[in-house]
């Protein structure tokens, strides 16, 4: 077989004769349209990929919590949450462009291939015209790249890689959660000051694209302060026993632990190592401290009394006094009875912001959304005022320090918000040393 | 014709028929309909059902021929799968140097675990090819990350060299595609309420799999076919007649994963990225399950047993408690509730649970599988089975 | 040293858990001759049967504070476990501390009633089917139950806290007269490893000392004859399940405080204990024994950090490529009998 001139147009035109003749009598139309799943009816299709088995399973039920809340405040139910507070006010609750929002849901199991599988069959099977979710910057990264190639938008869940707006940054994706790059930008300062100057860190890493960006992260911060590394040690995503990789460091020399998992992973590794008495040591003539750069409520949940008095670093928690957190925690508690997570406030921001961008393209082509997106400032979502950039589409936010709550008030007062970090303090060129590489290519609109 | 039996090749072409034109068969209900959500015409299932069905023909060949179960075809699937994308990566996004290149290599790696393997049989056999399959699973998972990029899959990207295709204008990483034909290249019609989609990806993989059906036909009827059974019947006393089965087995296990690396190649150039977790042991239970549940040693059962789980974790784990209230919205709401409380354990998230019951159904009243108990509906409706592919089937299973 | 002692005790623990499935599995399979692949599950329940004990206990009643408000400023629901209320806050609060070890009494007569369940309405029929069926089936019935407890108890995994007391970690270096803080163990981990050696010593004694356990160990031997001898071998037998379920069962029980239970836990054990199985040789249940201890401890060597980097990789492979070499050279594993399982 020599390599023939035929083209996919050529092909569907023998296509179309065989497929006449094939068995139908009557053929309306061959469906047209600008892009992927262009919305002709009365609804439009969300899809969902959440983690809803797997060591990220937690994070993923709050995220579709999230979801379906979202929807419902832009079909016009409930209090409104986050839109009576949202700087832009383009939505007004009668759905997306006068169309009432539905969605699909698909669990990742957090596995690529499975989030790969799930968001296709949205795709194809239901109709969705923009992919969110995702609770591991593996999958999101495999799920962003996948709706680039399919020509729908992706709004990332949580994923906080350096990767996802990095090296694998794609123009049809954004991600509206910090990274670890801004983490270790905030907590390195606080964590001299807190600890000293002079301490020896022993770090245990997720072994996948976040774990290697945080840790990497995180050694370059620390060691800007002073610190020095003893070893940073991969364990397996899959991985619920950390004994073994636990034994060693108390006789390591290290008077630090770093924890760069997440959770169940994370609440699973800091309760192990509090097992080992790390919390209770004296090395090297200072306290042994354990730090989790990323935590949200729910990990500090499963951990329990573990939590108190570790540091890390978060995205929103619900206990900021704006008008926006406030707003959100009102209409999420009232409708689970449990204040909402850092995932949960993602997720449910992604949603809005990608109804607003449509509505004020007034195109649910994709282009016409990124190009909305691109550069959209705005406020009102907590946190203060955030900018999508347009260099990476990453968004650029005040970033909080947090640490666990010694004496909770009550069970969801787990975490204190210790400092708020400007976002000048954590903003980065796009082509620095963590994020260089990538290529957002051009917006893909498929069909 | 072809070197079949005449109903061998009437049972082929009805395999064939079912494979064009399933984008139509199973499209069977009107897109405005509540039954809707029951449709599996669209491309990533169908292309699914057709690779999960190689796979399964290819392990039937070694298990439903010989009786050796191995629990580690899982692993020559996901060596199929990072060949195909490095290729992508180096060469070329035409999928046919992947293609090539994963069934080589699914070949070279069933070779030397089927070397080591065959030197013990029953559960021993079952637990050294576990052992080889979770050992490859653990290190693409950690210290082979620079080929493999462990847990986030490996996929192409822009920066790869990629010396066969010119740079492609716009910055978009071109689809996988067999000489400019695009494989996720659709051509939707709407029809009497339904939307049927051809997808060039889907026949790209029905072809390959009629292929390996046909492949897989010849080998059941050939005298290596009917070797491999007599090591199934007895190996004992085969090797007393003087006969060395090893190198039959051999054959097999090499043909078997020479199958399953196809089902990578094809899975990874349908949709291209490949995680390790295609390689995990489970992954290895399941191609052991279609193979039960359709029915071990037919020719048919494996097939049945790929369409019938990838449609359950596809179709069933999509139902909803929302989309249950809809069909029941018609009785009272009390009756309605019991309903849903009834069906909600089985669909949506519970769909396992289903998979579960009706494997040990199947395991425990049905040892011949699907095949089996559609023989016996057959036989029960006292009509034959006119060329529905469960005669030759039969032959298939009582020798 | 130091860092050898560490992993020895580490192997101890993981192998304490491998040790007990792996038991199990071969009482199963030395008395009934059947391979089953739910004996992970079992495992799997006997953890939940500790978060089943926990969930009891904080049975509670709810009164409203009007004095303390909660996140959304409503006034505070305050839950106050029923036992609290029975026995006094202290008696209350102990007993839940203590809802681990207190679970073993739940688990035991469970797990029995789980075992005999299985084996009656299941098993009994596959004891003529092949091999291969009873592997089929019980595969099923794992993926039944594993569904089952988590449309009960959800996909989360649930902490299930060892009592106060016992949560810390000992200083063993400081005891055995080396460097203070050297040897840093979990308390909880040690407490698991001797409860292993208990339950294993048990089990052993009973098999050993008991007319009931030579009776089983006759049959195990040669069924037809001690049949023909007029005794009720099956009985016998189905009680072993029983045995060997509850084995499972408080292993896992004990597991919870090491790693919060979920329904996927007792897959995670299940290829690993087969795989000990057949190192330790099909049937024996000293071999069974001894290659869950080995393959616990090889496995926490493999993950120190001088042999890793020496060997990359190593701490992730080395169980199976342990289990290779062993059915390589010694097809029938370590102790085990000749003509089992081979054709």
């Not at chain 3, 408080?250 to 204990?273: E, Q």
Request: hydrophobic letters at 45%; glycine letters at 12%; charged letters at 15%.
């Amino acid at each position: 077989m020599t390599k023939s001139d035929l083209t996919r147009r050529s092909l569907l035109k023998t296509g179309m004769v065989a497929g006449a003749g094939l068995a139908l009598p009557t053929i309306f139309t061959s469906r047209a349209s600008a892009f992927t799943n262009n919305p002709t009816g009365k609804t439009v299709t969300f899809g969902f990929t959440v983690p809803q088995t797997g060591p990220y399973a937690d994070e993923g039920n709050d995220e579709l919590k999230a979801f379906k809340l979202a929807v419902k405040h832009l079909n016009g139910e409930g209090d409104g949450g986050l839109l009576q507070t949202f700087s832009s006010k383009a939505l007004n609750g009668t759905g997306v462009m006068g169309k009432k929002v539905q969605f699909v849901t698909g669990d990742t199991q957090t596995k690529t291939d499975a989030a790969r599988a799930a968001a296709k069959s949205m795709i194809e099977k239901d109709g969705a015209v923009m992919i969110s979710g995702g609770s591991s910057s593996g999958v999101a990264v495999a799920v962003q790249a996948l709706c680039q190639d399919a020509g729908v938008i992706y709004m990332c869940g949580l994923t906080h890689s350096n990767d996802t707006t990095g090296k694998d940054k794609k123009r049809n994706g954004f991600r509206y959660f910090f990274n670890a790059y801004m983490s270790a930008a905030a907590l390195a300062p606080v964590l001299k000051q807190m600890y000293g100057g002079e301490r020896k860190f022993y770090m245990l890493t997720a072994d996948y694209t976040w774990g290697w960006t945080q840790a990497a992260s995180m050694k370059q911060f620390m060691e800007g302060e002073g610190w020095s590394m003893v070893t940073d040690v991969r364990t397996p995503l899959a991985s619920t026993d950390f004994s073994s990789y636990l034994a060693p460091v108390l006789s390591s020399g290290a008077d630090v632990l770093i924890l760069n998992h997440y959770g169940g992973n994370m609440v699973n590794s800091l309760t192990q190592a509090v097992q080992f008495g790390m919390r209770d040591k004296m090395v090297n003539g200072k306290q042994f401290e354990i730090v989790v750069p990323l935590i949200s409520e729910l990990m500090a949940k499963g951990a329990g009394k573990n939590i108190a008095g570790i540091p890390g670093s978060s995205n929103w928690n619900w206990k900021l006094p704006d008008a926006g957190t406030k707003a959100f925690v009102q209409s999420y508690g009232k409708e689970y009875g449990v204040p909402p997570s850092q995932a949960a406030q993602t997720c449910y921001v992604q949603t809005i912001l990608y109804a607003d961008a449509v509505t004020r393209a007034k195109s649910f082509n994709p282009c016409a959304v990124v190009e909305a997106l691109e550069g959209f400032k705005f406020d009102g979502m907590g946190v203060g005022p955030t900018v999508y950039r347009k260099d990476d589409h990453q968004a650029f936010k005040d970033v909080l320090v947090v640490q666990g709550n010694e004496k909770p008030d009550n069970e969801y007062d787990l975490l204190n918000v210790k400092q708020i970090t400007p976002v000048e303090k954590v903003m980065y060129e796009p082509e620095s040393e963590f994020f260089k590489g990538g290529n957002l290519g051009q917006c893909n609109p498929g069909a | 014709m072809l070197g079949l039996s005449k109903k061998d090749l009437m049972f082929l072409m009805i395999v064939t028929a079912l494979t064009l034109a399933a984008p139509i068969l199973l499209n069977p209900f009107p897109e405005s309909s509540a039954l809707a959500q029951f449709n599996a015409g669209y491309p990533d299932l169908m292309q699914r059902i057709a690779i999960f069905a190689i796979f399964a023909v290819g392990f039937n060949i070694l298990f439903g021929l010989t009786g050796y179960l191995s629990f580690g075809h899982a692993a020559f699937v996901g060596v199929g799968s990072y060949a195909t994308i490095w290729m992508f990566k180096l060469l070329s996004m035409n999928i046919l140097p992947g293609i090539l290149l994963s069934v080589t290599l699914g070949g070279i790696f069933a070779y030397l675990i089927g070397f080591v393997s065959l030197r013990r049989s029953g559960i021993y056999f079952s637990i050294l090819t576990l052992a080889f399959a979770q050992m490859c699973f653990n290190l693409a998972y950690s210290v082979l990350t620079p080929l493999t990029n462990g847990e986030s899959g490996l996929q192409p990207e822009l920066s790869d060299p990629r010396i066969l295709d010119a740079a492609r204008a716009g910055g978009t990483v071109a689809t996988p595609n067999l000489f400019g034909l695009g494989m996720n290249a659709t051509w939707k019609v709407e029809a009497l309420g339904r939307v049927f989609q051809f997808n060039a990806g889907y026949y790209v993989c029905g072809v390959i799999s009629v292929l390996m059906f046909y492949l897989a036909l010849r080998i059941f009827r050939s005298p290596f076919g009917m070797m491999l059974r007599a090591i199934k019947s007895n190996q004992h006393r085969l090797n007393y007649t003087g006969l060395n089965s090893r190198p039959y087995m051999l054959t097999a296990f090499v043909i078997s994963g020479m199958y399953a690396g196809l089902a990578g190649g094809l899975l990874a150039a349908m949709d291209p990225l490949a995680g390790p977790d295609r390689m995990q042991w489970t992954a290895s239970g399941e191609v052991v399950l279609m193979t039960i549940l359709g029915g071990t040693g037919t020719l048919l059962g494996p097939v049945l047993g790929a369409g019938f789980i990838k449609y359950f974790e596809n179709i069933f784990s999509k139902i909803n408690d929302t989309v249950l209230h809809s069909w029941f919205s018609f009785l009272p709401k009390w009756l309605e509730d019991i309903c849903v409380a009834i069906i909600h354990p089985f669909v949506g998230q519970g769909w396992n649970l289903t998979l579960g019951v009706l494997f040990m159904g199947v395991v425990i009243f049905l040892p011949g599988g699907l095949i089996e108990g559609g023989q016996r509906i057959g036989r029960l409706w006292r009509r034959k089975p006119g060329g529905n592919g469960a005669p030759s089937a039969k032959n298939a299973a009582a020798e | 040293m130091d860092a050898i002692l560490l992993q020895t005790l580490n192997g101890l623990d993981k192998g304490s858990a491998y040790a007990l499935i792996a038991l199990g599995l071969t009482l199963i399979f030395g008395t009934l001759g059947v391979v089953n692949f739910a004996h992970g599950a079992v495992f799997m329940i006997g953890a939940f049967c500790a978060v089943s004990m926990n969930r009891l206990l904080h049975l509670s009643y709810m009164t409203v504070d009007p004095t303390k408000k909660d996140f959304l400023g409503n006034p505070m629901k305050i839950q106050t476990p029923y036992i609290e209320a029975w026995f006094g806050h202290d008696t209350g609060a102990a007993l839940l501390n203590w809802s681990v070890p207190l679970a073993l009494l739940l688990a035991l007569p469970v797990m029995i009633v789980v075992g005999v369940v299985m084996e009656r309405g299941l098993i009994k029929h596959f004891y003529k089917r092949p091999h291969a069926d009873q592997i089929l089936v019980t595969f099923g019935l794992a993926i039944v139950l594993q569904e089952i407890v988590k449309q009960i108890f959800g996909a989360n995994p649930i902490p299930t806290p060892a009592p106060h007391a016992l949560a810390g970690a000992l200083d063993l270096g400081a005891m055995i007269g080396l460097k203070a803080g050297a040897v840093v163990y979990p308390t909880w981990r040690m407490i698991y490893f001797l409860f292993s050696l208990i339950v294993i010593g048990g089990v052993f004694s009973f098999l050993q000392f008991t007319t009931f356990g030579m009776v089983v160990r006759a049959g195990m031997a040669d069924r037809e004859t001690v049949g023909l001898l007029g005794i009720n071998i099956d009985k016998r037998f189905s009680i072993m399940f029983g045995l060997a379920a509850a084995v499972a069962g408080l292993a896992g029980v004990m597991y919870t405080p090491i790693n919060a239970p979920n329904y996927h836990m007792g897959m995670d054990f299940l290829v690993l204990s087969f795989v000990v199985v057949v190192v330790g040789g099909m049937g024996s249940l000293p071999g069974a024994v001894a290659a869950g201890f080995l393959l616990g401890i090889l496995e926490s060597y493999g993950s120190m950090n001088a042999v890793k980097s020496l060997l990359p990789g190593i701490d992730q492979i080395i169980i199976y490529v342990i289990a290779i070499v062993v059915l390589l050279t010694r097809p029938r594993g370590l102790m085990g009998r000749k003509g089992v399982m081979e054709d």
